[in-house]
């Protein structure tokens, strides 16, 4: 019998690694939290670590008559290629850095993430290359919320009894991530919305992120 999709995730890293059942998660409210209140028509949307592209099949349902320009990017190579496959008219491309966004500075208008940056080295490392790429809007979801210690807090998922031993979350510091917010609105970027629980119906964890430029 073959495994679950979400322990394929886990446990074969370096194959077939489709993530329905892992990686950016199957479909979620916070999938179009930030969509609906401050995605508009004719805005281009770039989807960081798109996964097997959830969040774009929740928009294609949803939205299939808006006009907006979608690219959805990710670090395996055989997710891109699925992508391809299930979502013609629509763009996917790889990613071959985690930590950093293979797009020119300023270059999309929307700049869209979801269960990515938990992945990443810091909160802050992760928002400079967001904010990097956008034009006008952020969008970060975390899958956790945001920890009341003073420092960011790595756990490896190994610790929740996986196998993946390169894979590891980052619990976030509320008072860091904050602090990172006031840093961006130096440059411009209002911090426009911080929402935490998110789809509680399905899970407690999700926290939406939103900055805006003029």
């Given amino acids: 019998m073959a495994n679950k999709v979400e322990e394929l995730w886990f446990n074969t890293p370096d194959v077939w690694t489709l993530c329905r059942g892992g990686g950016n998660g199957p479909a979620h409210p916070s999938q179009l939290y930030a969509f609906e ?3 508009k028509s004719g805005m281009s949307f770039l989807d960081y670590g798109c996964g097997s592209a ?16 979608y690219l959805g990017v990710d670090v395996i190579p055989k997710n891109v290629d ?6 013609p008219g ?4 790889y990613n071959p850095t985690l930590h950093k966004i293979d797009q020119p500075d300023k270059s999309w208008d929307v700049v869209y993430s979801r269960h990515v940056v938990d992945h990443m080295r810091s909160f802050e490392e992760a928002l400079d290359e967001h904010c990097r790429v956008a034009k006008k809007l952020v969008i970060i979801v975390l899958w956790r919320p945001l920890g009341e210690g003073g420092k ?3 756990k490896n998922i190994v610790d929740q009894g996986k196998t993946y031993e390169n ?3 980052n619990d976030y510091s509320r008072e860091k991530v904050v602090q990172a917010l006031n840093e961006k609105s130096k440059k411009g970027w209002q911090t426009l919305e911080i929402a935490e629980g998110v789809g509680k119906e399905v899970n407690k964890f999700d926290t939406v992120i939103v900055l805006g430029k003029e």
């Fill in 152 to 154: 960011h807090q790595i």
């Fill in 90 to 93: 629509y763009q996917f491309a």
């Fill in 37 to 39: 209140k401050y995605v």
């Fill in 54 to 69: 959830t969040t774009a099949e929740a928009i294609i349902k949803k939205y299939a008559q808006m006009p907006f320009f």
């Fill in 82 to 87: 699925w992508c391809v496959q299930q979502f």
């Fill in 167 to 169: 894979e590891y979350t």
